[in-house]
């Protein structure tokens, strides 16, 4: 089993590699595929549940989610992602609800969108021994208030606001740090400043690791962000199986002998 210590001895020394999966088929097939940490993001609200955002993402999603992930996973760290308004607004919830995923799911760890709002919420999670997986740049559950998507950190002031929410968090307990969408100097200067394992998504080659949306890596997306790029092409091989499925009981191919059993004793029912 991947542990937060094992994160720590590995960042700097061998890349780390995060995946997201929702289910536990898929879990088992990252797991095996030899990935350190499975995430069961929010973008389960996109890439599972037809959302155009991951606002609508419940709690009980995320619980359940992660339940099957974890089921199907024997190695890697399974975290599990807060989902909007699952924390934030009153200290007992959210520590009630982090402790819940913990204790009821099988994850080893939460992760939080982060901001200021988020430095003593950590520091008390680590304290009571959840550990936390800080995120900073673009934290999707802002979508609202962003209007979008935008990349983050990308004039001097913002930059340094990631970096010192990066230090507040690490002092805080974070145990890593997942940067999403920032310029990959900004990237490389978090990296080099603090001491916890950063993990980018669209934040360039200087991360200690990479994460992506498994939608998007094995290409099973219909759209996808500029910064992922598509490993496959699992779509389109499941379009071709679908299409062949309809075709083949249209024409009466399927099923043929192979795939029915006859009883002789039944040939005189009638
Ligand atoms: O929800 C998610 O999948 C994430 C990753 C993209 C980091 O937050």
Redesign the pocket.
Known sequence: MVSVRDLRAKAGEEPIT?L?AYDAPTAELVDDAGVDVV?V????GN?MLGYET?VPVSFDAIAHHTSAVARGVEDAMVVA?MPFLSFGSDEATSVENAGTLLKETGCEAV?L?CGPHTVDLTRRLVELGIPVMA?LGLT?QHVNQYGGFPRQGTDAESAERILDLAREHEDAGAFSL?L?HVPSNLAARVTETIDIPT?G?GAGPDCDGQ???FHDAVGLSEWSPSFAKRFGDVRGEMESAVSSYVEAVESGSFPADEHSHEEAELDDLY
């Open positions: 995060m997201t995430l993001g929010d973008s389960v890439a991951t992602d992760k969108e995120h999707p997942v999403e993990i998504i994460v992506l949306v």
